[in-house]
């Protein structure tokens, strides 16, 4: 296949998925294999994210928690627990090997600078100065091993007036500090008051996505501090805000500020800088509506047969529609067209258009709004993979999503989902310190692991 001319989509279709196929991914070699990291991430799903990210391209990941394991573990929608576990670690704890160590311990710390030694990455999510403060930080721990990166990841940075803040660090705290979730939600309408629309606050974005961008802005971080440490031989330390982070995907919004002394306000299902470009109510639900250029927006005018009323053919810029006061007017008008229609006929009717309308192949977008139920038993995700099921020897046959990446050469699995806190104490002790089964149940009994 490789040698043939892929001339069309469904060529080039077989050949990628010959090539990319998850089942076969257990067959080839993982990008990170060679790599030794050690996380000691507290409380931080961040943290946690970001070591199996490393550990799904195939880093050897020991997850350093305290006896009993971490707080993370607790994190669980209702209270609900798994063979022990909350179903928040059982997203996190994928691949990675778990230890116990007291860190509290000056024994323990001694222990860790044994492990630090072979380390590639360090990654920790402690208050700044606290690792120092051990006798386990950066400075103190290249002094043992120059080419280690150390990567730590907190609320608020190393330095700068709020990085010793006592502030934890939450998902939601970085939304609120970053700017981000101020723009997030219902708008107040113009004449009321948030006595009469409770609901027109400030809205958290439903995952823990500042955890998530701040965690796999680090885990970039440390793939190209190992990039110059090869060119170079040197290690470093990183440091990453998890509000700083999020602020990083908040669009134009500073630069919108900084020119034009423009506040981004909250604008519910529209969007400040794109029309058409809106969720919609529909007979049974709502569907997402897109038509970033002009041609798209009178699409879906002549679409729900608008095209005269509405004057789309006089219609030369999408810029005027972009405007607050124009969105509201031109929203009502169209909400009030697709509320004729079920999700699926909008869509039909999208496709439909996009082989017989009047500016064919042009057509609006219109996307379903699935709910979780759906997304999981969406065909095409499906058919990628996405959510097979992972064998888990220690929880059995368990639903999580998998990697989003596909490659052809170094592919990534899910070879576990989880371990319990300490699973891993006598594998990895033997390895990397050489301590035998007797000398862990010393230590177990002087509470160090």
Not at 264 to 284: H, I, S, V
Not at 328 to 354: H, I, P
Request: aromatic share 12%; proline share 5%; hydrophobic share 40%.
């Amino acid at each position: 296949m490789s040698n043939k001319k892929r001339s069309d989509w469904s060529d080039w279709s077989d050949w990628v998925r010959e090539k990319d196929d998850p089942k076969i991914a257990h067959t080839r070699p993982e990008a990170l294999d060679d790599l030794f990291v050690l996380d000691l991430s507290s409380r931080s799903f961040a943290g946690s994210h970001c070591s199996s990210v490393l550990a799904e391209h195939g880093a050897e990941v020991l997850r350093i928690e305290p006896p009993g394991g971490d707080f993370i573990r607790t994190c669980t929608p209702y209270g609900i627990v798994y063979k022990g576990e909350g179903l928040n670690y059982l997203t996190e704890g994928r691949n990675k090997l778990h230890i116990t160590l007291d860190l509290a311990q000056p024994a323990a710390r001694e222990m860790l600078k044994e492990l630090a030694k072979k380390a590639d990455v360090l990654i920790e999510t402690f208050q700044p100065g606290t690792m120092d403060d051990w006798g386990i930080g950066y400075e103190q721990l290249k002094q043992i091993n120059p080419r280690l990166i150390f990567a730590s990841l907190t609320g608020f940075g190393g330095f700068g007036p709020r990085s010793r803040s006592r502030m934890p660090d939450y998902d939601n705290i970085a939304q609120a500090m970053s700017g981000f979730q101020y723009d997030t939600g219902e708008m107040l309408p113009d004449g009321k008051t948030y006595e009469e629309c409770p609901w027109a606050v400030p809205t958290k974005s439903g995952p823990w996505i500042a955890w998530f961008m701040s965690g796999s802005f680090m885990a970039m971080g440390i793939l190209a501090a190992l990039h110059w440490r090869m060119a170079t031989g040197e290690g470093q330390a990183l440091d990453i805000a998890t509000a700083e982070a999020y602020a990083r995907i908040d669009d134009f919004v500073a630069l919108w500020y900084e020119h034009e002394g423009q506040i981004n306000e909250r604008f519910g299902n529209l969007d400040t800088a794109l029309w058409l470009y809106c969720f919609a109510p529909t007979k049974d639900g709502a569907v997402f509506l897109g038509g970033l250029r002009l041609e798209m927006w009178q699409a879906f005018a002549d679409m729900v047969g608008k095209w005269d009323e509405w004057g789309a053919s006089s219609w030369t810029s999408v810029a005027p529609f972009t405007k607050k006061e124009a969105q509201l007017q031109w929203s009502a008008l169209v909400f009030e067209e697709t509320r004729k229609y079920t999700s699926d006929e909008l869509l039909n009717m999208s496709l439909d258009y996009s082989k017989h309308g009047r500016l064919a192949p042009i057509t609006c977008v219109v996307a379903p709004i699935l709910s979780p139920e759906d997304c999981m038993k969406d065909a095409n995700w499906l058919d990628r993979g996405i959510f097979a099921p992972v064998n888990d020897p220690v929880y059995g046959a368990i639903i999580t999503a998998q990697a989003q990446y596909k490659m052809t050469e170094t592919p990534l699995r899910t070879r576990w989902v989880c371990r319990p806190a300490g699973y891993d104490n006598e594998q990895a002790y033997l390895k990397h310190l050489g301590l035998q089964a007797s000398q862990l149940t010393e230590l177990k009994k002087q509470g160090l692991i």
